[in-house]
């Protein structure tokens, strides 16, 4: 049994990725099991043809976790495809497209803030709590198998783009709730998107959103940082 | 009319959006955002019925004359129908 973002999930990985990702989640097994999931050979085997370039390791990995991120709306909960860092006890996270360079910022916070660390590199879980919105680090962090098994409360959210300057600014409903969607798994059944809908209306009128332009220079993670704190 | 299976109007953030799920998902992975006055026709067209009906409610809920009810509306229609979210029956 493993406890990932607060939830029991009752799965088995057989193979040494996953097994070495979740071992830090492992939790009483006697604990009752909120989430089931058991993927069989034939559909790993399946979805490794499809994508001849992946292990059927690897393919283990990824389909766990789109497992796990899928039923995240039933627990209140979001999988938002970004960078998270963890920085005096809260979270920032950093979201694009691939290739954008969500890690490299978050790399930048870890070189220009001494005590910061990466929560998870690239598919944190958010899950509303009783005490506000929390970010999560999960076994299934992307290429960088960067994550540590700890919920900390969200501070904001930055959609991330390149550019030469730095700047940052709120970003306004609809920006935040399009670049929300585009990176998260959108449910296809309408019980569920519904539940995912409502979870976004409460994060993002209570959770800032803003609009990051960066470059790679230490100046990057100084603007991002007081952009997303002086509103304290 | 009616607006087409598969995708549902929320108020999200303070904004109207309309999604798509089920089998229209595979076709549309976007997100559509409406006025007021168009959640109301969208509100108003989920549950199907003719532009009659449609112009008779909008002049019923906005005070404005017939002419520019039929401008928005006609508007919003050929909008709505031109991204594929109305179908006739």
């Not at chain 1, 990725?17 to 492992?26: D, V």
């Not at chain 1, 198998?145 to 501070?155: F, K, T």
């Given at each position: 049994m493993y406890n990932i973002a607060g939830i029991n999930v009752d799965m088995a990985p057989k193979y040494p990725?996953?097994?070495?990702?979740?071992?830090?989640?492992?939790?009483?097994?006697?604990?009752?099991s909120d989430i089931r999931i058991r993927l069989s050979d034939e559909f790993l085997e399946h979805k490794q043809r499809e994508n001849p370039h992946l292990t059927i390791e690897d393919c283990e990995y990824i389909w766990l976790g789109s497992e796990f991120y899928e039923l995240l709306p039933e627990f209140g909960g979001l999988l938002l495809h970004s960078s998270a860092v963890?920085?005096?006890?809260?979270?920032?996270?950093?979201?694009?497209?691939?290739?954008?360079?969500?890690?490299?910022?978050?790399?930048?916070?870890?070189?220009?803030?001494?005590?910061?660390?990466?929560?998870?590199?690239?598919?944190?879980?958010?899950?509303?709590?009783?005490?506000?919105?929390?970010?999560y680090g999960t076994p299934f962090s992307g290429k960088t198998?960067?994550?540590?098994?700890?919920?900390?409360?969200?501070?904001g959210i930055c959609m991330l783009e390149r550019g030469k300057e730095n700047s940052i600014e709120k970003a306004d409903p609809e920006a935040a709730l399009f670049g929300i969607l585009n990176q998260t798994v959108r449910p296809v059944s309408e019980e569920r998107m519904d539940k995912l809908l409502k979870i976004l209306d409460k994060l993002i009128t209570t959770v800032p959103v803003y609009k990051l332009?960066?470059?790679?220079?230490?100046?990057?993670?100084?603007v991002s940082y007081r952009g997303m704190t002086q509103n304290r | 009319m009616k607006t087409k299976k598969g995708f549902m109007l929320r108020s999200v953030g303070g904004r109207h959006v309309v999604v798509a799920v089920g089998k229209a998902s595979e076709e549309f992975n976007g997100l559509i955002t409406l006025n007021d006055s168009g959640a109301f026709l969208w509100n108003a067209l989920a549950e199907g019925c003719t532009y009659d009906e449609l112009l008779a409610k909008m002049l019923e809920t906005y005070e404005v004359t017939e002419m520019t009810a039929r401008a928005g509306l006609d508007q919003f229609l050929e909008t709505a129908r031109g991204a594929g979210l109305i179908v006739d029956d």
């Open positions: 990725r996953t097994l070495r990702q979740s071992e830090a989640y492992l939790t009483d097994e006697a604990s009752e963890v920085y005096k006890g809260e979270g920032f996270l950093f979201s694009a497209p691939c290739g954008t360079g969500k890690s490299t910022h978050t790399q930048i916070w870890l070189k220009r803030f001494e005590g910061a660390y990466i929560l998870n590199d690239d598919k944190p879980a958010i899950r509303l709590t009783k005490d506000g919105f929390y970010v198998d960067l994550n540590v098994n700890e919920g900390v409360p969200l501070r332009c960066c470059n790679m220079e230490l100046e990057a993670a100084e | -």
